[in-house]
Structure formats: structure tokens, C-alpha cells
């Protein structure tokens, strides 16, 4: 017996957002419409929404501890921690490895301050802040992998650790006023 053949369908609207296999990493915002400055032709923009997007859109975190976040994040890339590996343009004959810059050893200083305040590298806030936003890594995956005898820490724990992270973080770069960070 021949089965039935099921009618196809014009697939006009996965064409103009994003692929089944990027959505699964993570949602979009609503498409902007805007113009080419090159062409001015009409274009839409969708901005990927990343963890601390997602908090701050759902009112879980602050505005102060998002910025708080972003700029850990920015010190994390700048201080060159994010394991990326980045190659020079122009490289010196004879010169096996690249120096750190200025910039990159502020930026490290900064960060080891600011895990410092959180209560070291190996403290639950600090592994926080290392994985989830400084190496992006989702609130989800670092709940698997951190874990206190043997045991993985719950995600909605491990998304608690994420906002005290976050709040410490804010007081510490002087986002929040001392007597409100407490």
C-alpha cells in the first residue's frame, strides 16, 4: 500500500530567520529594520540574546549588574583570557612567543581584583564569574560541571550564584553605591 504523500510547504519564513541549529543556542531578539548605510537598501538586524540579556529581560538582574557583567566580560577579553588564540599580523623573526601589553596586564590586574572580591578563583562566585561571564559559557553547563562533593549544583542554584555574582561584581565597580550592594 503507498503511503500518503505529504504536501510540501514553501519554507519563505525559515529563509528569513535563523537556522534551526542557531536557535537551539540560544533565542533572538525582534528583527530591526533599518537601512544599508552603504546601499540604503531595507535590512533586518536580529542581535543574538545572550545569558545576561536573557536575566535583564526577565527582570532577574539589574540594569547596574548587567553593566557589571559586560564590563567583566570586556576586562576578561582585553586581559586575553578567553582562550581565543589570536595570531599577529606581523611577526618578528626569531620571536617564539607573543608579549602581553600594557593593556593586557591592566585588564589582568583588574580581574584578579575583582575575583578577589568575589572570594577567589576557586570560590563558588568566582568560578561563577570565570565560566559563565567572562568564558560565556551557559549558566546550565557550569551548573554540570561545578559541583561540591562529587554532586552538580542545580541550575536554579547555579543561576542564584549567577545574580550574587553579579550583584558583588556591580559593588565592586562602583555601579552600585556600598550601603545598596550588601
Same mark, same amino acid.
Given at each position: 500500500?503507498?503511503?500518503?504523500?505529504?504536501?510540501?510547504?514553501?519554507?519563505?519564513?525559515?529563509?528569513?530567520?535563523?537556522?534551526?541549529?542557531?536557535?537551539?543556542?540560544?533565542?533572538?531578539?525582534?528583527?530591526?529594520?533599518?537601512?544599508?548605510?552603504?546601499?540604503?537598501?531595507?535590512?533586518?538586524?536580529?542581535?543574538?540574546?545572550?545569558?545576561?540579556?536573557?536575566?535583564?529581560?526577565?527582570?532577574?538582574?539589574?540594569?547596574?549588574?548587567?553593566?557589571?557583567?559586560?564590563?567583566?566580560?570586556?576586562?576578561?577579553?582585553?586581559?586575553?583570557?578567553? /582562550? +581565543?588564540?589570536?595570531?599577529? %599580523?606581523?611577526? $618578528?623573526? =626569531?620571536?617564539?612567543?607573543?608579549?602581553?601589553?600594557? @593593556?593586557?596586564?591592566?585588564?589582568?590586574?583588574?580581574?584578579?581584583?575583582?575575583?578577589?572580591?568575589?572570594?577567589?578563583?576557586?570560590?563558588?562566585?568566582?568560578?561563577?564569574?570565570?565560566?559563565?561571564?567572562?568564558?560565556?559559557?551557559?549558566?546550565?553547563?557550569?551548573?554540570?560541571?561545578?559541583?561540591?562533593?562529587?554532586?552538580?549544583?542545580?541550575?536554579?542554584?547555579?543561576? /542564584? +550564584?549567577?545574580?550574587?555574582? %553579579?550583584?558583588? $561584581?556591580? =559593588?565592586?565597580?562602583?555601579?552600585?553605591?556600598?550601603? @545598596?550592594?550588601?
Amino acid at each position: 500500500m503507498a503511503g500518503k504523500r505529504k504536501a510540501k510547504t514553501p519554507k519563505r519564513d525559515e529563509a528569513l530567520g535563523p537556522s534551526k541549529w542557531r536557535l537551539q543556542h540560544g533565542g533572538f531578539s525582534e528583527p530591526i529594520r533599518e537601512a544599508d548605510p552603504e546601499t540604503g537598501s531595507p535590512v533586518q538586524h536580529r542581535r543574538a540574546v545572550d545569558t545576561l540579556g536573557m536575566m535583564l529581560a526577565n527582570g532577574t538582574i539589574t540594569q547596574e549588574m548587567h553593566d557589571a557583567g559586560g564590563y567583566f566580560r570586556a576586562l576578561f577579553r582585553r586581559a586575553a583570557l578567553d /582562550g +581565543m588564540a589570536r595570531s599577529p %599580523l606581523v611577526r $618578528l623573526p =626569531g620571536k617564539t612567543a607573543d608579549a602581553l601589553s600594557e @593593556r593586557n596586564i591592566d585588564a589582568r590586574r583588574k580581574i584578579a581584583d575583582a575575583l578577589d572580591a568575589l572570594g577567589g578563583h576557586d570560590s563558588a562566585a568566582g568560578s561563577c564569574a570565570w565560566y559563565v561571564v567572562g568564558l560565556e559559557m551557559s549558566v546550565r553547563e557550569w551548573a554540570m560541571r561545578q559541583g561540591w562533593g562529587g554532586r552538580p549544583v542545580a541550575p536554579p542554584q547555579a543561576q /542564584g +550564584m549567577l545574580v550574587a555574582t %553579579l550583584s558583588v $561584581l556591580a =559593588g565592586h565597580f562602583g555601579l552600585v553605591p556600598r550601603t @545598596r550592594a550588601a
